[in-house]
């Protein structure tokens, strides 16, 4: 079992920044892949970033650039810094993890079974 807990989402303005972070709990024995997805009104769910076990980080090629994942594994808390926010970007962010698997989380939505509640993202322009 794995418990995830959103925090850090809000409004900005357009070109603005916010910081997401998912505390991650229950299953901490090894390293696995860690996941941002995003959801807006009327559209699919989304990947956006994941950090595989061994650190390596993918992103969707629409916040390339913009966005960084990063991992505390102390803290066992995943990151998501935002900059250079853009309207589009508005969404419901969820953070998504699942111990069976080690790498590649970004395209496996529907086999990841732990999700947090979700944090808001609005961005005005």
């Known amino acids: 079992q794995v418990q995830l807990v959103e925090s850090g989402g809000g409004s900005v303005q357009a070109g603005g920044s916010l910081r997401l972070s998912c505390a991650a709990s229950?299953?901490?024995?090894?390293?696995?892949?860690m996941a941002w997805f995003r959801q807006a009104p009327g559209k699919e769910r989304e990947g956006v970033a994941a950090?595989?076990?061994?650190?390596?980080?993918s992103y969707a090629d629409s916040v390339k650039d913009r966005f960084t994942i990063s991992k505390d594994n102390a803290k066992n808390t995943l990151y998501l810094y935002m900059n250079s926010l853009k309207p589009e970007d508005t969404a419901m962010y969820y953070c998504?993890?699942?111990?069976?698997?080690?790498?590649?989380?970004?395209?496996?939505?529907?086999?990841?079974?732990?999700w947090g509640q979700g944090t808001q993202v609005t961005v005005s322009s």
């Open positions: 998504a993890a699942d111990p069976r698997i080690r790498a590649g989380c970004l395209r496996l939505r529907r086999t990841i079974n732990y």
């Open positions: 229950g299953y901490t024995y090894s390293p696995y892949c």
């Open positions: 950090i595989d076990s061994d650190g390596r980080a």
